[in-house]
Every structure is written in structure tokens, then in C-alpha cells.
């Protein structure tokens, strides 16, 4: 896959309209999450149009987890809670992570447009009745749906263009297609077989959802973890989606929660959660 299928994807006019897309459904969104805020619903099911639109509450906790990381040094576990926070490591530790070919790096291709792509919009929707409004963004989400992914697709094979790898960034007639480079990932056990428990203890952070993990196979209770969480904050994150969309959701939610009921009762190898959807799911 070369660039030049970039550059088909803006010549078919398919990026102005994939942005137009973003825009239109951006902008109902925010119009129907008023609505409702006035309504005071937490959720409302627009059946006829094939929508829910929704209000969930997540609560916000504060971790120390500084006393997490010393409470799981000390039970032996540490290495199965934490990951490596790149940002604490040295020069030295850096390069000899290169060296041993340990440093796993990501690429991505990021595009920015110039002013031929640029859209101005006509908000032709604003006098509508909000159920009007949900029919106009059921129909744009849906073409948005295909462009975005198609557009994900797109870039993810790009990066193995082999005049990107050579020059990093490229012009063309509708913007710059750059190559660049995500946040390095070392795994936790390459680390420590490189420098041991004493290093790994200096740049070792939490992750949560490893501790959930290890709980659910009955190597810590929640209960004691629970006590190194203070409450911070209740956010209201607001939902407009397809009803079909909010049903696999609720699918993959019990799957998982299935999953940590099999590891609780269960040593099986390690599952990644996230091979439980595919990668373009909440794209």
C-alpha cells in the first residue's frame, strides 16, 4: 500500500466529506445532549430512528500508588501489576534496550491538510425539531462509519510505504503525509531480565487494569486495593449511538466480566481483553 492511494482517498473527494461528516455529527450531538440535559433523563431510546442517546455517571478515584507498588513488590507480584513509564528511563538504559532490539515501537501516518481541503459548512439543520435532527445525524454517522474506516485502514498500511520510510514527509497537492514514531513500549518482563528488581522498582507505574486483573485471579483481594483510592470526582460522560452499537457494547461488557469470573477460578496464561474486539470496533 502506497501513498498514492492517500492521495486517491482526497482526489475522490472522500476526506472533505469524511471531515464534513465529523462536523454534522459533532454538532447534533451537542444540540441532543442539551435537549436531554433540559429533559433530565439519564437515557433516552429513540426507537423509530434506531438511537439511544445516554448520560453515564464514572466515578474518578485518586491512586497511591506508590504504597500499590510497595504493598505488590512485597507479595511478589509486581512484575504481573505494572508497566514501564518511559519518561523515568536513562540515557543508558534506553540504548541498551535498543541494542538488545527490547524497545517496541509503533508507527503511525498523520496527515495535515492544506487550505484545498478546507470545508466551510452550512448549518442547514439548526431549525429542525431534535428528532429531525437524529434522522440527519443517524444518516451522516452511518457515511461516517465507512469513510473514517476506510480512511483508518488507509493510513495504518501506509506506513508501510517505502518513500515514507525513506523520506518521512511527504507533499502533495492536497497537504503533508508525515511518518512518525508512537511512545516506545518496553515490555515489564524484558526489563527486568535486562536490569533487575532494583531499577525495574524506579520506573515501574501501576496499571490499574492489571491489578483488576490479578484480583479477579485471587492474588489480591479489591478489597485491599480499595483502601489506597481516595474519591475524586463524578464525571457525566454523554452517549449518542446506534441502539445495535449500544448492544454489542453491553455484549463485549459481559464477555469480559465472564472472562475475569473464568480467571478468578482458573491459572490460565494471561488473555488480553482487547482481543475481544477488532481493532477498528469503537473507530
Not at 185 to 191: N, Y
Request: charged share 30%; aromatic share 12%.
Amino acid at each position: 500500500m502506497t501513498i498514492f492511494h492517500l492521495n486517491y482517498f482526497f482526489e475522490q473527494g472522500k476526506y472533505k466529506e469524511m471531515k464534513k461528516c465529523e462536523f454534522i455529527t459533532s454538532s447534533i450531538k451537542e444540540n441532543v445532549r442539551l435537549f436531554q440535559m433540559n429533559s433530565e433523563k439519564m437515557r433516552i431510546e429513540w426507537k423509530e430512528i434506531g438511537v439511544v442517546s445516554k448520560f453515564l455517571s464514572n466515578k474518578e478515584y485518586a491512586w497511591d500508588k506508590d504504597a500499590l507498588k510497595e504493598m505488590f513488590y512485597d507479595l511478589g507480584i509486581l512484575v504481573h501489576a505494572c508497566s514501564i513509564c518511559i519518561e523515568k528511563l536513562s540515557e543508558d538504559q534506553l540504548l541498551r534496550l535498543i541494542n538488545k532490539n527490547m524497545l517496541l515501537v509503533e508507527k503511525f501516518v498523520r496527515f495535515s491538510p492544506n487550505k484545498q481541503l478546507k470545508n466551510t459548512y452550512n448549518i442547514w439543520w439548526v431549525d429542525m425539531d431534535i428528532q429531525d435532527q437524529l434522522v440527519v445525524w443517524h444518516e451522516y454517522h452511518k457515511k461516517l462509519e465507512i469513510l473514517s474506516g476506510e480512511w483508518y485502514r488507509l493510513r495504518k498500511r501506509a506506513c508501510s510505504s517505502v518513500i515514507l520510510q525513506k523520506e518521512k514527509k511527504v507533499v502533495t497537492d492536497y497537504g503533508t503525509i508525515s511518518l512518525l514514531e508512537a511512545k516506545p513500549v518496553v515490555l515489564v518482563q524484558h526489563f527486568l531480565s535486562i536490569f533487575g528488581i532494583s531499577e525495574l522498582l524506579d520506573v515501574a507505574v501501576i496499571d490499574i487494569s492489571k491489578v483488576e486483573e490479578l484480583a479477579a485471579r485471587g492474588f489480591i483481594y479489591m478489597s485491599e486495593i480499595n483502601k489506597y483510592r481516595k474519591f475524586k470526582d463524578v464525571k457525566l460522560n454523554f452517549f449518542l449511538m446506534e441502539i445495535s452499537k449500544e448492544q454489542a457494547m453491553y455484549e463485549f461488557n459481559q464477555r469480559r466480566l465472564k472472562l475475569l469470573s473464568y480467571l478468578s477460578v482458573t491459572k490460565s496464561p494471561q488473555v488480553n481483553l482487547n482481543e475481544l474486539v477488532s481493532d477498528d470496533f469503537f473507530v
